[in-house]
């Protein structure tokens, strides 16, 4: 049985990758707080609900933004990136969640695959609102260059706030052979040059950088992703306590 049910009503679709799309929406305010992820429903599929992390924080003016991208097998992300559109509703329910910045001061670690970059968007623009920002360092992954969907925004980001630095990772640094025509359209001028993105995995290219035992350190993506971050994480000296993740 669902709890409380909000309602919101897309107002933009962007596909930017043959298997990702940004959807905003706008509607009832949701009581959600940045970093936390909600459950969706989309009119393609009304009985099923899905996990999804708003990359906006919380507005009063209702504006959601979630980051979606087909998973193998994927029948209800694979409708909802190719078939959203413009009116459809969205219900959604049970924001939840650990992703919190606290106001300790201490610096952030955040390690996002794919569109886990999506809660910690909405947790740098929630934490550039305050007067004394963490020090932050956002590694963001994907297979090639190709998946780093988001480096026009992240690069302007970076550029904007002092206390931000973007550390790109790519396991191989040469995109697929095939063209991806959405890709293709998108494809802005703005972004991470070969020179500024790392190779290898997520785990091994942070855990590089060595122990963070005074970090606040939060890790985001697939389950697969997030179990072997965590574990090359610990395995180099980084405190159990300190590493937030929510489990999928």
Not at 18 to 37: E, K, N, S, T
Not at 205 to 230: K, L
């Amino acid at each position: 049985m669902l709890g409380r049910v909000w309602k919101s009503t897309v107002v933009e679709h962007h596909r930017l990758r043959h298997d990702l799309a940004v959807v905003r929406l706008i509607g009832d305010v949701v009581p959600f707080v940045a970093g936390q992820y909600v459950s969706v429903r989309v009119p393609q599929h009304p009985r099923v609900t899905r996990r999804l992390s708003p990359a906006l924080p919380p507005s009063l003016d209702g504006k959601l933004e979630f980051h979606v991208r087909t998973v193998p097998a994927g029948w209800v992300s694979g409708t909802t990136v190719a078939e959203t559109t413009p009116g459809d509703v969205w219900e959604i329910t049970e924001p939840a969640g650990r992703l919190r910045i606290d106001d300790t001061g201490r610096d952030v670690v955040m390690i996002a695959g794919g569109t886990g970059l999506a809660p910690f968007r909405s947790l740098l623009l929630d934490v550039a609102r305050r007067t004394d920002p963490p020090r932050v360092y956002l590694f963001i992954g994907g297979r090639s260059p190709r998946d780093l969907y988001a480096s026009d925004m992240l690069s302007l980001l970076a550029a904007d706030l002092p206390w931000l630095t973007v550390v790109p990772v790519v396991e191989d640094l040469f995109d697929p052979p095939w063209k991806d025509e959405w890709y293709e359209h998108t494809k802005s001028d703005i972004g991470f040059t070969v020179d500024e993105v790392l190779q290898g995995t997520l785990g091994d290219v942070v855990s590089a950088h060595g122990e963070f035992a005074d970090h606040q350190v939060f890790v985001c993506g697939s389950p697969a992703m997030t179990r072997a971050t965590i574990d090359r994480l610990t395995e180099s000296g980084t405190p159990m306590e300190n590493i937030r993740y929510d489990p999928w």
